[in-house]
């Protein structure tokens, strides 16, 4: 049973940051491909960032390239999102996923159904 964890989120003005950590149960972490989500209200759940298992390639967003960045500590099996010069529109539940799979293409990374493990989520607001 893999559990997914995350921790950090909160309240921050427009332009301010915060980390987000997402710890995962298991013995095979490192072998993770490790992705972050968000839900808005009243909207779908969208890609945010991703992680491969392998030699660490990330992907992100448009919407937050340049101001998210995504880590992992394999031997604490943790994942990290930091989030700088947030926007009122970053305001949205944050869920981390994770995925013992292979994908075959770039674009697999991007689809919550690839990903089989999810935590419960936590909230980021962003006050204007």
């Known amino acids: 049973q893999v559990q997914v964890v995350e921790t950090g989120g909160g309240l921050v003005q427009t332009g301010g940051s915060l980390r987000l950590s997402c710890t995962v149960s298991?013995?095979?972490?490192?072998?993770?491909?490790m992705g972050w989500f968000r839900q808005a209200a009243g909207k779908e759940r969208e890609f945010v960032t991703t992680?491969?298992?392998?030699?660490?390639?990330?992907h992100y967003a448009d919407s937050v390239s340049g101001r998210f960045t995504i880590s992992r500590d394999n031997a604490k099996k943790t994942v990290f999102l930091q989030m700088n010069s947030l926007k009122p529109e970053d305001t949205a539940k944050y869920y981390c996923?994770?995925?013992?799979?292979?994908?075959?293409?770039?674009?697999?990374?991007?689809?919550?159904?690839?990903?089989?493990?999810w935590g419960q989520g936590t909230q980021v607001t962003v006050s204007s």
């Open positions: 298991g013995r095979s972490f490192s072998n993770y491909a």
């Open positions: 996923a994770a995925s013992s799979r292979t994908f075959d293409l770039t674009d697999d990374y991007y689809h919550a159904a690839n990903y089989p493990y």
């Open positions: 992680m491969r298992s392998s030699g660490g390639t990330t």
